[in-house]
């Protein structure tokens, strides 16, 4: 679903990428780990195609990210789904149509966009806060209202840069467990973050960066996987 | 790219019609703005207002214009060549009425111009010293010839004269060309005057709507990011935009047709004053609708046109 190969990025004259392959198959989930300014977020940008890699190619779905023209990239961002660290809601709006957003630009009609935010909504548990606005909810529900925001178009990728980063530990264990559960309905999920506790404890696929390299694959470990409770899915 | 279907959620939603997306994204964009600019009840009437000066000044102008044109063909002091004939020839004189563009032809007897001249100089005391030393009245007879209504544009008076000056025993011919010549050229005058200062306001019109659009792009950047990173394309997120500057507009042309139409309110009473002093039956009358429809339009096209601009630029500044 995800390919690079050899990509490289640039930026001033600092190398955030260098050399960077990996392939990422469909419905899988993998994490990115390293400190930061390792280059994950410069990864997610070129996978979202907020950047262009200096050298190589990145392609997602068999599309060379490079070789999109520019008024078909809005509707690549369409089928991403993406969740940041500041979950880039706008503050004038209420949760509901924060999370209807990718649908009205989908252009879907309202009943089906009702349906589909309540869908998204009860998935991270904010159903009863629809109508609230972003600064009247805790950091963690903000998060969880951008994670919803990210799945509710049903996107076939969904990447998330350090979406545990405000939350604690059980929170972000929860969060963690929505994403697994995407990643089973056949999402391929790529999810940044430096809690290496977390990414342990789940047992999947880890690729390391360091200063812009990729120096380390550590492939999923069979059986250790965390049991996801789904019987609210 | 496919989307898996997760099992046991809601089944696939067809993928909305062009037609469909189109018109709910103009939907969206309208309600919006409406919105936006009810938030801001005062800030929208004092850009309206100051749209509507700069549209109602064009709009006044062309009206004056409108009007002093119809003044102008109104009068009838139709203009008339004066030919001065030697000696009495009234019936060759008499004869030009067949003429070409011709309407009427008027004797004046050399006796009857000595007289006008007598009494418009104020001579009347010395007259017959006058006389005797002239030995006779020096006057000529004169032809008062009338043309044709379709005879009025200079060039053909011009022709007209030029025949008449070629009959025998005309020793002069002289129009009353200058009077009209120089309110055709003050109309001329006006009227592009009127042209150049709706240009002018046109362009500041423009200027204030894309003025206003920068800052609005400017105030939502965050918006504008957001809408960005998850997929919104530039015609969406600039159609809220361009939107608004049309409805500035468009309420500023609004604007602009009721100043219009208080001022012919105010100048109506005046205006019927000064033509009834002229004998004139000239009505100012009320605002007429087509120019109502064109500020209406010509707002709307001009706000358009301004927030188009700015936002194309600006809004490729924004990336996430």
């Given at each position: 679903m995800i390919e690079l190969q050899g990509v490289s990025k640039r930026y001033g004259g600092r190398e955030a990428l260098e050399d960077i392959s990996f392939t990422l198959p469909r419905g899988t989930l993998t994490f990115l780990t390293g400190h930061s300014g390792a280059g994950k977020s410069t990864l997610l940008r070129l996978l979202l195609r907020l950047d262009l890699p200096t050298r190589g190619q990145v392609a997602v779905g068999g599309m060379d990210l490079a070789r999109m023209k520019p008024g078909d990239v809005p509707r690549y961002r369409q089928q991403i789904g993406a969740v940041f660290q500041d979950p880039q809601l706008l503050q004038d709006r209420s949760v509901f149509d924060n999370v209807a957003l990718p649908l009205l630009i989908a252009g879907y009609r309202e009943e089906d966009r009702a349906r589909r935010v309540r869908a998204a909504l009860s998935r991270v548990d904010l159903l009863d806060k629809e109508s609230r606005t972003p600064e009247q909810l805790s950091t963690g529900e903000r998060q969880r209202v951008g994670i919803a925001r990210a799945v509710v178009n049903r996107p076939a990728v969904l990447l998330a840069n350090e979406p545990t980063g405000n939350l604690d530990p059980r929170l972000s264990q929860e969060i963690m467990g929505l994403f697994r559960l995407f990643q089973?309905?056949?999402?391929?999920?790529?999810?940044?973050?430096?809690?290496?506790?977390?990414?342990?404890?789940?047992?999947?696929?880890?690729?390391e960066l360091a200063s812009g390299r990729l120096v380390g694959d550590v492939p999923a470990q069979v059986g250790s996987a965390v049991e996801v409770d789904d019987a609210d899915a | 790219m496919p989307t898996p279907e997760p099992a046991g959620r809601a089944q696939r939603l067809a993928p909305p019609s062009r037609f469909g997306v189109w018109r709910l994204h103009q939907r969206l964009a309208l309600s919006g703005t409406l919105l936006r600019l009810r938030r801001d009840p005062l800030g929208s009437v004092l850009v309206a207002l100051t749209l509507g000066i700069a549209l109602a000044l064009p709009g006044l102008l062309s009206l004056a214009v409108g009007s002093l044109g119809a003044v102008a063909q109104d009068w009838n002091?139709?203009?008339?060549?004066?030919?001065?004939?030697?000696?009495?020839?009234?019936?060759?004189?008499?004869?030009?009425?067949?003429?070409?563009?011709?309407?009427?032809?008027?004797?004046?007897?050399?006796?009857?111009?000595?007289?006008?001249?007598?009494?418009?100089?104020?001579?009347?005391?010395?007259?017959t010293a006058t006389l005797d030393a002239l030995g006779g009245n020096p006057l000529p007879g004169v032809a008062v010839v009338t043309p044709d209504p379709a005879f009025l544009a200079p060039a053909r008076l011009r022709a007209l004269a030029d025949r008449l000056g070629r009959e025998p025993g005309v020793q002069g011919v002289q129009i009353d060309l200058?009077?009209?010549?120089r309110l055709q050229a003050g109309l001329g005058l006006f009227e592009r005057l009127t042209w150049g200062l709706g240009v002018l306001l046109a362009g500041g019109v423009l200027l204030v709507t894309g003025n206003l659009t920068r800052m609005a792009i400017e105030q939502r950047r965050e918006e504008i990011r957001v809408l960005r990173l998850v997929g919104g394309t530039d015609r969406f997120v600039l159609r809220p935009f361009v939107y608004e500057g049309m409805m500035l507009g468009a309420l500023g042309g609004l604007a602009a047709w009721l100043i219009v139409a208080l001022t012919l309110m105010a100048l109506a009473g005046p205006t019927d004053a000064l033509a009834r002093s002229y004998g004139s039956a000239f009505r100012l009358g009320g605002p007429p609708w087509g120019l109502g429809l064109a500020l209406l339009g010509g707002g709307g096209a001009l706000g358009w046109l301004g927030a188009r601009l700015a936002a194309g630029r600006r809004l490729r500044q924004i990336e996430p």
């Open positions: 089973q309905v056949g999402v391929t999920v790529l999810i940044a973050t430096h809690d290496l506790e977390l990414v342990e404890r789940f047992g999947e696929r880890v690729l | 002091g139709t203009p008339r060549i004066n030919v001065f004939v030697e000696g009495g020839a009234r019936e060759q004189a008499e004869g030009w009425a067949a003429f070409d563009g011709v309407s009427t032809v008027a004797w004046q007897t050399p006796e009857d111009s000595l007289a006008e001249f007598v009494r418009a100089a104020g001579f009347e005391d010395t007259l200058d009077w009209v010549q």
